[in-house]
Structures are given as C-alpha cells and as structure tokens.
C-alpha cells in the first residue's frame, strides 16, 4: 500500500544540500520514503493524505530516556525550586520504589510514557534501565524497555545502591559480571554515569570495557555535575554518544570535534536543576556533533516532549530553530549510530510529522502550544 502526502507547504528532510523543500510531497512504500518532490510532480499512490499547506518533519528522535521505574518525586522537584541543589543521590530512591513494582506496573508507566512521546512527534526512543541496581531488577527493566524499542541501554551503573556504599568495587564487579551477564540479551547499550556521586573515570572505562566485550555498543553520562575525564574517556573508546556535557574543558570540546562521539544534550534536566545550560554554541562553532534528547526520568527532567526541549535550546542555549530540529532528529539518530531514521531522505523509514503549523519553526515560537496534527510511522 503506497500513500502519497500531498500539499506539503515546508518539507524537511535533513538532506545534504537541500533539506528543506517548498510546496512538496512525498510518496511512502513499504514503510520507506519511496519519492520526494515537487507538489505539482508528484505520482499516483494507493492513499492521498493531504497535508494542506502544513510542515512536514521527520520524526523526533529521542536518544536519551529513563522511563521504567516507579513512583513520583514532584517533591523534589518543588525543594529544587525554592533553592536545594540538586544532587545524585534521589535515583537511589527511585530505584527503592521500582524494586517493589511488579513487571505490569513497570510496563503499564512505560507505555504511558511512551504514547505521550509519540504523541509529540517521537518515533524512537531509546530507553535505559537504571533503577534497579540488582540483577533481577536491571533484567526485568531492560526487558521491559524492549517491548516498546530496539534501542535498550544497559544502565546497571546508574549509581551505587545503598547495600553496595562500603564496597563500591564489589558493586562494579557485579555490574561487569553477574549483573551484565543476565542483562545483555536483553541490551544493544551499555551506558554508565561516571560524575560526582556515581563512578569515576577507571570504574567508567571497566565497566564499559566490559560491555562492549560482549558486543554492547558504549554510552556514557558525563560532565552533568562538574569536569572530569568522562568525555575524553568516552571518544577514546569510540563511545555513540556522552551525554549531558554541562560542564566542558577545553581539552573535552577539542575531543569531541575530532571524533564520531556525540554530544547529546538533555536542556530538561538544567529547567528542572537549574543548573547552568551545556554551551551548546560552543560545541557547534566546534564542528561537534550535537543531539537534543528529553532525558525523562522522575528526578531531573519529566518531560516526555521534544519540543518543549527543542524551545528552551532556542530560548535558551542559542541554538537556530534549524539548529535545534536537526538534533532533536538527525543528531539523535547519530547518537544511535542509525543512518534509516532522523530524516526523510528516499530509502529511509517513513517517521514523519505533520504539523500543524507552516514552519518547524513555530515549534520554539509557540512554546508549549500542541502543535503535532499527524504522527506517521513505518511501524
């Protein structure tokens, strides 16, 4: 069954030399872009959707996310904004509530997070576990989170638990052994927070060594709560991505320019810390390449939308609306290593967004305004 989208008044693609088109229309088959082109030339298909003047976008790839666990945690949030710094060490409590739910709990809030994600555009999310810290609870989350993804990360060193905090090695060898063993049937990641209150720069490299022996490709949190070797760490590994990148020397940003490494950024989490925002300026004057990702989870940043993110890099981190819709797609397909997703080229999946609007741009012009009129997805 071919689908014709029709009477598209801006179409992006993310194409090298021309991503952006006037008064297009593309032709779906399979599940794959099969044409792109002018309105007036477009062929015949077995469906005619018609945009009516509309922006059409590729689908919102989010590259970042924590989204089976249990519980709330508004009430931190709500400390946060009276003046408490924010600090690590609340996953701990997350990871308490998550152990207690069962699998349909676990499952049922990660499907509800998911359809509020695809409501707002997303067609890929990768999801992290993370909240479990034993190795039943880190297998059960991981599968889980591939019910709803492909993209499933290996998170078992989100932090240290509380029955590990006098023998942090011994959590590390569980995490590169027992734990890792039982997880990574269920993984194609594998991703540690090496900062203040997690693992340092030679826990980070075992455990992701470790990983990537047995074929997990590597992801790292870095650099969120202060400086440290977590960048060059992770592109001396040849890791995907690092994630965060709030606080950069010169030496990270030099690093990260000459490598693949992907810079994601998580503009959720410094909203709800208040943190300073990554200089993302900084990054792409550099030559780096940068991702926008939610980085959902019930502590640092709740949000399920990307474009709530992609308005505060705009408003906020100096990123051109261009800029912004480029990371929040194509840059996170990078940051998953995917050439079939983040734009509308021929030969790539069908995700796409129908706006309602005329430009992307009004999606940092209109801030928390529902813009998405029409999710459409190859699967």
Known sequence: MSTLVANIGLLVTNEEGRSERENAALVIDDGRIAWVGDAASAPDADERIDADGRCVIPGFVDSHSH????????????????????????????????????????????????????????????????????TVDEARSLAVAKAFTTETTYLGAHVVPAEFADDPAGYVGLV??????????????????????????????????????????????????????????AVELGAASVDHCTFLTDADVDALAGSDTVATLLPGVEFSTRQPYPDARRLIDAGVTVALACDCNPGSSFTSSMPFCIAVAVRDMRFSPSEALWAATAGGAAALRRTDIGGLAVGQRADLVILDAPSYVHLAYRPGVPLVKRVLTAS
């Open 176 to 233: 590169t052994g027992e734990m890792l063993d039982a997880c990574a049937r269920h993984a194609k990641w594998i991703d540690v927070f090496c900062d203040d209150g997690a693992f340092d720069v030679d826990q980070a490299r075992a455990i992701l060594e470790a990983g990537m022996a047995v074929g997990l490709g590597a992801r790292m949190h870095g650099a969120q709560l202060g400086p440290s070797g977590a960048v060059c760490l």
């Open 67 to 134: 989204i089976v666990f249990a519980g709330d945690r508004s009430d931190e949030f709500e400390a946060r904004m009276i003046g408490q710094k924010y600090a690590a060490g609340g996953i701990r409590r997350t990871v308490g509530l998550t152990r207690q739910a069962t699998d349909a709990e676990l499952a049922a809030n990660t499907a509800r997070l998911v359809a509020e994600m695809r409501a707002q555009g997303t067609t890929t999310v990768e999801i992290k576990s993370g909240y479990g810290l034993t």
